[in-house]
């Protein structure tokens, strides 16, 4: 009696326990899950009023204060807001508001909480700390926005409108944080009644089961006994005997069921080694299922990594060369500048821009140019030290050592320099790595660069303003001779604005009917005719007057206007040539100038719709090109000439002795026509080799069945040399200078130069 009482109570307090210990277990899991739902759902509506707030992304970006007040103020209606406190993308404080009357800002650092800028993506982050004695859930919440938050100048109806345009793809910039406080206690309050009526039913459970505990005690304890002893001689090893379980109930049919299961043991036990054996084989099956999951797995994340470093290259890095791009330029000369303000060192910029670059593209064809740019990239790249990157940027991925900008602009940062000096002598060092002529497409080419330098903080303390600098003095270095460099001075800014101005003008001259033809007259020595005459582009500008056409000429190359000004002029030396025939003055031919930007495939057509608009005969225009233009791809060059020597045009080779011209391709080209360039002419007295080899020119000319025209002609002396080699036109002052239209028609009235001629050559004698 004493055992069964003493089990009776044993499994009684056993059964009271685990009803009590699992009831208490609930409770508690169901309390936490209550809080956890609470404080989720106040921070997930916090997170909506946050990130769905279009006026809190404008103020958060103008710092408007009185906006970010009313947030916050919403915000700390709810009573377990502890605090708010409003940061800008770059961890500074905005705005803060406690409903305790004392906030120290100071010692709540945004980091603290583990957001820190590389970390903090796209989640809302928590963190639990004791603040003021109180336990607070620190919740960091992004603000993200569709606007470029690198900008500093987008007004507010732009910001507005760029936020309206969110359904279009693009890239989610970091805007700023909301951190909000949340009072754990203040939490706790809200499940407490919650919490009351959980224990309550848990208590009601444990009691019920206290009760069904004494129940079933009394009713298992009884039989119980006997099966203790079943137990004994089970241990004893006695399972060959029958069970004999005293009494009725249960414990007699479970000692009944004890003699049919240990009857079936050994069959049993041979069934599971079968079955383990099954078991061993299905594991190895499923090992090597899982084994080859796990290969696939390790692909796909290897294609993930794959994916994300692509588009990080695409983001951060130039398609073409490789180089870091303008965004990464832009970042991380940003940061570079903060730091050399902490420590207050030197950081330079070198800004490049190839010359002439434009002409490459036009000649040679894009494919051509985008190999160059790589090669420009590969070079700038290898004469760039580790000793002029003292400070090693933040990481590999993030050196801006050479970047490409876009076109045909790379940049240098040299930073921690010693001197503004050491900027200079790696702008030498980048000069002289493009001095090697480059092999493209068979064409052996030397570009150059013009560099521009900018020191921070001493011209500039800004990304932008940095910029700026260099690109005025590499504009300067354009203006003084192209291929060097110059340092950024004051003095820039007027000739960079003066020259903008210039730029704004030229655009609009031709419409405002600025530009203008001047005609010089070709001279047959022999009659003192006008055998034809070049046609000059002039520029009048209303408040500079007659600007040099080698100011805005080269400065129209560069602008990529060259072509219009060119087709201008083609068509009104064309109308204009056929306006002095209609007024009864024959001017036998009328030369133009074709610029090699302007010499592609769609000049034939262009001169074919210029002739018919005008109805010229063909044969009384000429066209002049120089050695370089034709001689860039010589096989095109000459299928265009026949084109247009087929339109019934006349062709000539100006400057001709300047280029570097092939006899062989020289005598294939369809020409009418050479012109000695006017160097030629200014030299022929200084040395006998100058004289031979304007002779050697005239004759290699007649040997081709070519008109020879000399230019530049300007005084008497110059004439009778070139009228002893056997030159058959003149070109100079000596008869004309460039004259408008009006003047040029009086010429053509009369024959003004057989007498002049004549007095020439009786003064010779």
Not at 4 to 20: A, D
Not at 67 to 90: F, G, K, N, T, W
Not at 526 to 546: D, F, S, V, Y
Request: charge should be negative.
């Amino acid at each position: 009696m004493v055992k069964h009482f003493s089990l009776r109570k044993m499994i009684g307090l056993m059964l009271f326990t685990l009803f009590f210990l699992l009831g208490w277990g609930v409770t508690a899991y169901l309390i936490e899950v209550e809080f956890e739902s609470v404080k989720s759902s106040l921070i997930h509506n916090l997170s909506s009023t946050v990130e769905t707030g279009v006026q809190q992304q404008i103020a958060i970006y103008y710092r408007d204060l009185a906006v970010l007040r009313q947030s916050e103020e919403l915000i700390l209606e709810d009573p377990a807001v502890e605090h708010v406190v409003i940061y800008d993308r770059l961890g500074e404080v905005i705005s803060d508001k406690s409903v305790r009357k004392v906030f120290n800002t100071a010692a709540y650092n945004l980091r603290d909480l583990g957001a820190t800028l590389p970390i903090l993506k796209v989640m809302t982050m928590t963190q639990t700390s004791t603040y003021s004695g109180a336990q607070v859930i620190e919740t960091v919440i992004p603000v993200f926005s569709s606007v470029n938050t690198h900008r500093t100048d987008i007004s507010r109806s732009e910001f507005g409108q760029l936020l309206m345009q969110t359904h279009k793809p693009g890239a989610t910039n970091l805007l700023g944080y909301y951190a909000v406080g949340i009072n754990v206690d203040a939490l706790q309050n809200n499940v407490a009644e919650y919490a009351v009526k959980v224990r309550l039913i848990a208590l009601l459970i444990a009691v019920i089961a206290m009760l069904l505990g004494i129940v079933i005690t009394r009713r298992i304890t009884a039989p119980l006994g006997n099966l203790a002893q079943l137990a004994e001689d089970i241990s004893a090893g006695k399972l060959n005997q029958t069970f004999r379980a005293k009494g009725a109930g249960e414990a007699h049919k479970i000692a009944a069921m004890l003699n049919l299961v240990l009857a079936d043991l050994n069959s049993h036990r041979m069934k599971m080694d079968a079955e383990s054996h099954l078991l061993t084989l299905k594991v190895n099956e499923r090992t090597e299922q899982l084994s080859q999951r796990n290969k696939e797995l390790q692909e796909a994340v290897n294609q993930v990594t794959h994916a994300k470093n692509r588009m990080r290259q695409l983001a951060y890095y130039d398609s073409l060369t490789s180089l870091p791009n303008r965004q990464l330029f832009t970042e991380q000369l940003e940061l570079l500048l903060k730091i050399s303000r902490r420590e207050k060192t030197t950081v330079a910029l070198l800004f490049l821009d190839l010359d002439n670059f434009k002409r490459i593209n036009d000649s040679l064809g894009h494919n051509a140019g985008d190999h160059l740019l790589r090669e420009v990239g590969a070079r700038l790249s290898s004469c760039i030290r580790e000793s002029d990157l003292i400070s090693q940027f933040f990481s590999d991925e993030s050196k801006i050592g050479v970047s490409r900008l876009g076109g045909d602009e790379f940049t240098v940062v040299l930073n921690k320099l010693e001197s503004p000096e050491d900027a200079g002598i790696v702008a030498e060092r980048l000069l002289e790595s493009l001095r090697t002529p480059m092999l493209i497409d068979g064409h052996e080419i030397v570009i150059t660069p013009s560099v521009g330098i900018a020191i921070a903080p001493e011209h500039a303390d800004s990304v932008e303003r940095l910029l700026k600098c260099a690109d005025t003095a590499m504009y300067h270095a354009k203006k003084t001779g192209r291929n060097n460099y110059s340092f950024y001075s004051s003095a820039m800014d007027s000739t960079s604005i003066g020259r903008l101005q210039l730029e704004a003008d030229l655009r609009k001259a031709i419409e405002r009917g600025e530009m203008m033809l001047y005609y010089q007259p070709q001279v047959d020595i022999e009659t003192g005719e006008i055998c034809g005459a070049e046609a000059l582009i002039r520029w009048n500008h209303p408040e500079r007057g007659m600007v040099s056409p080698a100011e805005f000429i080269p400065l129209a190359e560069e602008m990529g206007l060259i072509v219009e000004l060119g087709a201008w002029t083609l068509l009104e030396a064309c109308r204009q040539c056929q306006a002095f025939h209609e007024k009864g003055l024959f001017l036998p031919k009328v030369a133009v100038n074709v610029s090699s930007l302007q010499f592609n495939t769609a000049f034939v057509k262009l001169v074919q719709e210029i002739l018919r608009e005008t109805r010229l005969d063909p044969s009384l225009l000429e066209l002049e090109l120089t050695e370089g233009v034709i001689m860039t791809n010589a096989k095109a060059s000459i299928r265009a000439l026949n084109e247009l020597k087929a339109l019934g045009c006349t062709l000539s080779v100006d400057d001709f002795g300047t280029g570097y011209s092939s006899l062989s391709y020289l005598s294939q080209f369809p020409l009418d026509e050479l012109k000695i360039d006017r160097s030629f002419v200014i030299a022929y007295d200084k040395s006998s080799n100058n004289a031979k080899l304007v002779s050697a020119i005239i004759a290699m000319g007649k040997s081709l069945n070519l008109r020879m025209v000399a230019e530049g002609v300007d005084n008497e002396d110059q004439f009778r040399f070139l009228r002893r080699q056997g030159i058959q036109i003149i070109q100079g002052y000596l008869f004309s200078p460039p004259v408008p239209a009006s003047e040029f028609a009086k010429l053509l009235a009369k024959t003004p130069y057989f007498n002049q001629i004549k007095e020439i050559g009786s003064r010779a004698t």
